[in-house]
């Protein structure tokens, strides 16, 4: 659930805060959050019973606080950002909302390729969790050998069939922008005219949506990302078996380029105030109780490849070939693939 808090709240009552700090107990942390999972509350609570330092917190999505934070400019309260895709952590990073950390934990903890390089500015991010973007299908409908490419999404065969949700959501703009790097630009294009063209219906709502329309018979295939099916595989709801029991899933291009991945992460704000306490909640994040959480609370994979896990769902999605394209690159491309979209129609 998402609790948008009147940004002047927030200043309020961090400079509250701030003007009677004098106490250990008062130490606070203004966190601005586009990690939409109710679960979460437990990551919030985990940080405040470690280290006491309270958490106030804005939701909003990646678009809607990379704007507040450019609005805001010197004068934003926020002094950890968490985003849920890679290419916004990276648009981020390049418009100059973050600040270095220099955390040995967190570059020994998180690996390489979850992180941006420390640049010249000295901006930098960290990703805590990962996530692979699936197809799941009818399973009385379709055949899993015609869907086990991202590709045949937009062949004819699967005309009539496809639902997904908006073509410019995050998720699917970092999907094609991974795609047009390597299928090329014509190639890309008239892969999305395909997908317009095998709709089967305008794209609306969120991916469980889509899994949900693909179990009714509406769609015959979806495109979701993995923790949404896996709360749903882990749901003891009847109406959510019954779902699962209709659907079948696949993890798109193993013989090729891999099934694509993004990541969620978080940076120290340009303009933090309480800087010490961002850095300890991101340390916080890479930390055993947390990146145990991400698998067991949100059904993501842990940036810490030893997290000790114990997640049914994740397990039988099992192990795959996941897609390894630069972050920037995705990042980049993002704005032709939004282009094609508008001229193909994908709403
Ligand atoms: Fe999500």
């Known amino acids: 659930m998402s609790v948008f808090r009147p940004i002047a709240q927030v ?13 250990a107990q008062d130490k606070v942390l203004n966190l601005y959050s586009a990690r939409h999972y109710q679960t979460d509350e437990a990551l919030y609570s ?19 606080i990379l704007a507040r934070l450019k609005s805001e400019g010197s004068a934003s309260p ?19 909302l973050f600040q270095p950390v220099h955390s040995k934990l967190l570059e020994t903890r998180i690996p390489a390729n979850l992180r941006s390089k420390e640049t010249s500015e000295g901006s930098q991010w960290f990703g805590f969790s990962t996530r692979a973007r699936l197809v799941v299908y009818s399973k ?6 015609d869907v086990d490419t991202y590709e045949e999404l937009g062949e004819p065969k699967n005309k009539g069939k496809l639902c997904t949700r908006s073509g410019s959501h995050p998720y699917n703009l970092s999907l094609f922008g991974a795609m047009l790097e390597h299928l090329g630009p014509p190639k890309t294009e008239a892969w999305l005219q395909g997908m317009v063209d095998n709709m089967a219906r305008t794209p609306k709502g969120g991916d469980t949506d889509q899994i949900k329309a693909v179990a009714s018979g509406e769609c015959g295939i979806a495109l979701t990302n993995s923790y949404y099916l896996a709360r749903m595989m882990r749901s003891d709801k009847p109406e ?20 694509h991945m993004n990541v969620a992460g978080g940076a120290v704000a340009r303009y933090a105030k ?8 991101l340390e916080y994040l890479a930390g ?28 039988a999605l099992g192990s795959f070939k996941a897609e390894k394209v630069p972050v920037a690159t995705i990042g980049v491309n993002q704005v032709k693939v939004q282009q094609m979209l508008d001229r193909v129609g994908y709403k």
Not at 11 to 23: D, E, F, K, N, R
Not at 84 to 95: C, F, Q, S
Not at 274 to 281: G, H, T, Y
């Open 274 to 281: 309480n800087k010490a306490e961002a850095v300890k909640f």
């Open 11 to 23: 200043a309020i009552c961090a400079a509250l805060l701030a003007s009677s700090a004098a106490g």
């Open 78 to 96: 926020a002094d950890v950002i968490l985003l849920v895709d890679a290419a916004r952590l990276w648009r981020a990073e390049v418009d100059g």
């Open 240 to 259: 959510d078996r019954k779902v699962i029991e209709r659907i079948g899933v696949v993890m798109p291009n193993q013989a090729s380029s891999g099934t």
């Open 140 to 145: 009385a409908t379709v055949n899993s050998a």
């Open 288 to 315: 055993n109780e947390a990146q145990a959480y991400f698998a067991g609370g949100n059904n993501e994979w842990p940036a810490v490849a030893s997290t000790k896990r114990a997640n049914p769902a994740l397990d």
């Open 46 to 64: 985990g940080f405040t019973k470690a280290t006491g330092i309270k958490i106030n917190r804005v939701d909003a999505d990646d678009a809607g």
